[in-house]
């Protein structure tokens, strides 16, 4: 590896400078070496090309920015200078034209709107029509269209000036019609004021009707005012040189990858902070040049570029560089002058022929240690703080910025100088419907989609995006935006919010998952299995996994011609669940592994994958009968037994076998036989949740209905917190869903909903599960149509779609089980009254005649006071009473959160089916308390009743009435 000196540098650079644009190879691999210049199309296109003129390129390389601070021996070129040189092109043309000849090119006018002496020779030929050597000269593609159209039919290269919008937009009209164009440049800064000032190019997109240009090879768009890449670009399948040089790029598309035909692109002197990483995907770039940017850092991805010869990263803020560069074997330059870089990765010595300029760097010295990162609202003090309500969906950001808290917990961060005016913004938070939600296998959905408006608004720095979430286990969490047509999963960092701010009951701070964005879109956040990747080159890798080091990847040398990407998931799996579902105690699997590729082909040399054994499998424990090794089809879901295909063996702590196509494997251990219907079976388990449906009326308005599908571990948490305002049954028994599986509720037996709801579907409520979301909707119910008294109706829960076939009236009105049916709940309405009104029923104690004279005695006041004095027996006293298991649940579900209205519910409901039990009620409930080993309540209620009895005899000799001596209770007779 040789490092260049600033004396070589500079040689290097005048010698550049002599040269003009080089010509790498026969494939036309151009390499700018000035900055602002611009490569031509002659070198793209191949020898055959001529260079229109020298001079001329010379003075647009002069209009670039220096290449460093210190080269002070810049060209810089006059006006007049300028005209000469023009001059010297129109010369030049017309001495080298010879498609017209001077008679025919008096035929068609061009004054105006080119100068009177100019003749349709000196800018049009064959093949070249040259229209920015003249101000405002595009406005001639119009002119010469409607005249001459046949002859432009033929064009293969264009070159227009942006300076002026009416000529510029004419132009671009035009443009769809030449198909036979190759290279196409539209650019500003070719003409300057009076001052000597360049004007700028004032293009700022282009129309989708360019996608026509098929034939395109060479695109050149610099300094214009473009700030999104126009997306006709992006479907020219055979673009092979791009200058989007000077231009207002702060982002580059994500979809940049598809410019599969790529080989050079330039992106000088634009505000990138960060790289797509979808830049690994073009294979065929030879050129990167990103300097004069405000780089921080590169993606890992740019290691993938194995064609990469020249990459350009000078003028920037990179304060590290990754280490996937080491491999690119083909790259032979790397400047990196200018930059915050205090070491050279070592990586880099293990690329002999690269020269590298690190001039203007702090290589060597010690960095100061930063201080512990503050929170949002300590790193900038002077931004005043917003906090919103879950009724105020607008706010206002004046230049100063302004720190936002959303409801929930979301906070949006927007630092000084983001915004030049005030300017409104509104939030709003989506029902996930399928439209906003992306999620690949295995995906989690942590988030509502969270919309920020207006999209099209552009920031002048970059906005912080933070959402809350709850972190999962194997998993990291991304952010992810969607633009309206695509999807794009955005550099992510987790943190914790501040003290000051927290969204939990615990008063904990919010764990928060930020990104950068410089304009307004929908957001979600996804909580994926942690992916672990990796650069193939021909000269092998070697690749293990972050959550689980035991499974490792060896690719050796030569297997692969050509650098791929590699991309590790490994999910974990419960051994219980597997010998539940299996029937098999003696079953175990390995991790399941996850293994892709770009792109996806087979490799030339088998791969060796490590994998720990199933638990409680060793080396020598093994039955290797019994070992099977699985290879799954993510498209077709299928399992295939591949135990013979492959070469397996067994170590002490691991199984290794070698495969030349990546898919998804999986190691199974089973004493019985190994079916892969039930392979099949478990793997569909693992993207299932465990989930019990829930329906409650709210206490003080039994109308008001809430449902909610919960997972089964949340669900008595969730019924606790309700409990004081809803009343209802038990939740379901265990259903199985999936993440984001659409169910329905249908209201049946009397009960009916408001159908004109946007989420109601033939007459049922529509839900999507999403197991980190609350998956709830409150309705208001009512009695069908003429019912006024009491209801007892249900709610059923069907997956899916409602089955097909089903007349509309039907559907309605179905009841019972059908193969979409899940769980069904009751739901009780009251009676109506005159006005409509439901007549709610208060609680009242039945009165204590319990079918003997003694048991007047038994008030509600000392049954009241009995209840007081059971407190944690009361379950053992009312089994012993004789109330069902499914009756003491039900009061237990209904008063939860207070012992007292428990006990106490739990007594009058004995003492109400005793109304038409006969005599003894009091002798059976002392003997229960006997029997739960509660001696001293019994004794206590023998001496309420001779209390009570002896108060009666009084009473009646009193008024002159004789009573017989009766005994205290039946069991005392």
Same mark, same amino acid.
């Not at 540098?9 to 390499?31: F, I, P, Y």
């Not at 293990?350 to 203007?360: A, F, G, M, S």
């Given at each position: 590896?040789?490092?260049?000196?600033?004396?070589?540098?500079?040689?290097?650079?005048? +010698?550049?400078?002599?040269? +003009?644009?080089?010509? %790498?190879?026969?494939?036309?691999?151009?390499?700018?070496?000035?900055?602002?210049?611009?490569?031509?199309?002659?070198?793209?296109?191949?020898?055959?090309? !001529?260079?229109?003129?020298?001079?001329?390129? %010379?003075?647009?390389?002069? @209009?670039?920015?220096?290449?460093?601070?210190?080269?002070?021996?810049?060209?810089?070129?006059?006006p007049s200078c300028f005209m000469d040189n023009c001059s010297r092109s129109i010369s030049s043309l017309l001495s080298s034209s010879t498609a017209f000849s001077s008679s025919s090119s008096c035929v068609l006018c061009l004054t105006p709107p080119l100068p009177p002496s100019v003749e349709l020779s000196a800018v049009l030929t064959d093949t070249r029509l040259t229209l920015d050597v003249y101000l405002g000269g595009a406005s001639a593609l119009s002119l010469l269209w409607s005249s001459i159209p046949g002859r432009l039919r033929g064009l293969r290269y264009l070159r227009l000036g942006s300076e002026d919008k009416h000529a510029l937009d004419a132009a671009l009209g035009v443009l769809p019609y030449l198909t036979e164009l190759r290279s196409l440049a539209i650019r500003g800064h070719c003409f300057y004021d009076a001052q000597g000032t360049p004007l700028p190019g004032l293009l700022t997109t282009l129309p989708t009707s360019l996608v026509s240009l098929s034939l395109l090879v060479h695109v050149d768009l610099s300094f214009n005012q473009l700030s999104v890449l126009p997306l006709c670009l992006?479907?020219?399948?055979?673009? /092979?040189?791009?200058?989007?040089?000077?231009?207002?790029? /702060? !982002?580059?598309?994500?979809?940049?990858?598809?410019? /599969?035909?790529?080989?050079?692109?330039?992106?000088?002197?634009?505000?990138?902070?960060?790289?797509?990483?979808?830049?690994?995907?073009?294979?065929?770039?030879q050129t990167l040049d990103v300097s004069g940017n405000h780089l921080e850092e590169l993606p890992n991805e740019i290691g993938y570029l194995g064609e990469l010869v020249k990459l350009e990263l000078s003028q920037n803020k990179l304060k590290r560089l990754p280490e996937t560069l080491g491999s690119l074997h083909s790259l032979r330059e790397l400047l990196i002058f200018s930059n915050d870089l205090r070491f050279i990765p070592p990586c880099l010595n293990?690329?002999?022929?690269?020269?590298?300029?690190? *001039?203007?760097n702090p290589l060597g010295q010690l960095p100061t240690l930063p201080p512990l990162p503050p929170a949002p609202d300590e790193a900038l003090p002077n931004i005043p703080e917003l906090h919103l309500l879950f009724n105020q969906h607008s706010f206002s950001v004046t230049s100063a910025g302004c720190h936002v808290f959303l409801p929930g917990g979301a906070q949006l961060l927007f630092p000084p100088g983001c915004l030049?005016?005030?300017?409104?913004?509104?939030?709003?938070?989506?029902?996930?419907? *399928?439209?906003?939600?992306?999620?690949?296998?295995?995906?989690?959905?942590?988030?509502?989609?969270?919309?920020?408006?207006?999209?099209?608004i552009r920031f002048l720095k970059p906005v912080e995006v933070c959402i809350a979430h709850h972190r999962k286990k194997w998993k990291e969490v991304v952010v992810r935006k969607y633009d309206g047509n695509s999807w794009r999963t955005l550099p992510t960092s987790l943190r914790k919010g501040c003290e000051r701010h927290t969204i939990s009951s615990l008063g904990r701070p919010a764990r928060l998952a930020c990104c950068s964005v410089s304009q307004f879109s929908w957001f979600i956040l996804v909580a994926r299995p942690v992916r672990d990747s990796c650069s193939v080159s021909p000269a092998g890798a070697f690749l293990v996994s972050s959550t689980d080091p035991g499974v490792k990847l060896h690719f050796p040398p030569d297997s692969t011609n050509q650098t791929r990407t590699i991309t590790l998931q490994v999910l974990q799996v419960s051994v219980s669940e597997v010998q539940a579902l299996c029937g098999d105690p003696q079953a175990s699997v390995s991790p399941l592994l996850c293994l892709s590729q770009t792109p996806s082909l087979h490799f030339?040399?088998? $791969?060796?994958?490590?994998?720990?054994?199933?638990?409680? @499998?060793?080396?020598?424990? @093994?039955?290797?009968?019994?070992?099977?090794?699985?290879?799954?089809?993510?498209?077709?879901?299928?399992?295939?037994?591949?135990?013979?295909?492959?070469?397996?063996?067994?170590?002490?702590?691991?199984? $290794?076998?070698?495969?030349?196509?990546?898919?998804?494997?999986?190691?199974?251990?089973?004493?019985?036989?190994?079916?892969?219907?039930?392979? *099949?079976?478990?793997?569909?388990?693992?993207?299932?949740?465990? @989930?019990?449906?829930?329906?409650?009326?709210?206490?003080?308005?039994?109308?008001?209905?809430?449902?909610?599908?919960?997972?089964?571990?949340?669900?008595?948490?969730?019924?606790?917190?309700?409990?004081?305002?809803?009343?209802?049954?038990?939740?379901?028994?265990?259903?199985?869903?999936? !993440?984001?599986?659409?169910?329905?509720a249908g209201f049946e037996r009397g009960l009916e909903i408001c159908t004109d709801r946007p989420d109601c579907v033939g007459g049922r409520l529509c839900f999507v599960f999403y197991s980190s979301l609350k998956n709830l909707k409150e309705v208001y119910i009512s009695p069908a149509k003429g019912l006024r008294c009491p209801v007892r109706g249900e709610v059923s829960f069907y997956r899916g779609e409602i089955p097909s076939g089903l007349p509309e009236e039907v559907v309605r009105k179905r009841k019972g089980h059908d193969s979409q049916w899940l769980a069904t709940l009751p739901l009780?309405?009251?009676?109506?009254?005159?006005?409509?009104?439901?007549?709610?029923?208060?609680?009242?104690?039945?009165?204590?005649?319990?079918?003997?004279?003694?048991?007047?005695?038994?008030?509600?006041?000392?049954?009241?006071?009995?209840?007081?004095?059971?407190?944690?027996?009361?379950?053992?006293?009312?089994?012993?009473?004789?109330?069902?298991?499914?009756?003491?649940?039900?009061?237990?579900?209904?008063? *939860?959160d207070n012992l007292g209205a428990l006990v106490l519910d739990m007594l009058f409901h004995w003492a109400r089916g005793q109304k038409s039990a006969g005599p003894g009620a009091v002798a059976r409930l002392m003997a229960a308390m006997i029997e739960s080993g509660r001696r001293d309540l019994a004794d206590e209620l023998e001496d309420i009743v001779s209390l009570g009895k002896q108060k009666y005899t009084e009473s009646l000799r009193r008024v002159g009435l004789e009573a017989e001596e009766q005994p205290l209770c039946e069991g005392q007779q």
């Open positions: 590896m040789e490092k260049s000196s600033e004396e070589e540098n500079a040689n290097d650079e005048d +010698g550049d400078k002599a040269d +003009g644009c080089r010509l %790498e190879d026969e494939h036309c691999a151009v390499t700018p070496t000035c900055r602002g210049e611009e490569v031509d199309s002659s070198q793209i296109l191949g020898k055959d090309w !001529e260079l229109v003129d020298n001079g001329q390129l %010379e003075s647009e390389r002069a @209009v670039g920015v220096q290449r460093h601070s210190d080269e002070s021996d810049a060209v810089s070129v006059s992006l479907n020219l399948p055979g673009l /092979s040189a791009l200058l989007l040089c000077h231009n207002c790029f /702060s !982002e580059l598309s994500p979809d940049i990858g598809q410019l /599969s035909s790529l080989n050079y692109l330039s992106l000088i002197g634009n505000k990138l902070v960060s790289l797509p990483a979808s830049l690994g995907q073009l294979k065929e770039l293990e690329l002999p022929l690269l020269k590298i300029d690190v *001039r203007d030049s005016t005030l300017t409104t913004l509104e939030w709003a938070e989506r029902r996930p419907q *399928r439209k906003f939600v992306l999620l690949e296998e295995h995906d989690i959905l942590l988030s509502r989609p969270l919309e920020l408006r207006p999209h099209g030339l040399q088998p $791969i060796k994958v490590q994998v720990p054994l199933p638990p409680g @499998v060793t080396g020598h424990t @093994v039955d290797k009968s019994c070992l099977y090794l699985l290879h799954g089809d993510p498209t077709a879901q299928t399992w295939t037994d591949i135990t013979s295909q492959v070469s397996l063996y067994v170590t002490h702590l691991y199984a $290794i076998f070698y495969i030349t196509h990546f898919s998804w494997y999986w190691l199974w251990y089973r004493t019985q036989s190994c079916v892969s219907g039930m392979v *099949r079976k478990v793997y569909q388990r693992l993207k299932q949740f465990k @989930v019990q449906f829930m329906v409650l009326q709210r206490k003080t308005d039994p109308s008001q209905v809430l449902l909610q599908c919960l997972p089964a571990n949340k669900a008595e948490d969730r019924v606790l917190s309700l409990s004081e305002q809803y009343d209802g049954p038990q939740p379901s028994d265990l259903c199985d869903l999936l !993440e984001g599986e659409q169910f329905f009780r309405l009251p009676a109506l009254d005159a006005d409509n009104k439901y007549i709610m029923e208060e609680l009242q104690l039945p009165p204590l005649n319990l079918g003997d004279p003694e048991s007047g005695y038994l008030t509600e006041a000392n049954l009241l006071s009995i209840s007081l004095q059971i407190g944690q027996d009361w379950r053992i006293i009312g089994i012993n009473l004789g109330l069902s298991y499914q009756e003491l649940d039900r009061i237990q579900y209904k008063y *939860r």
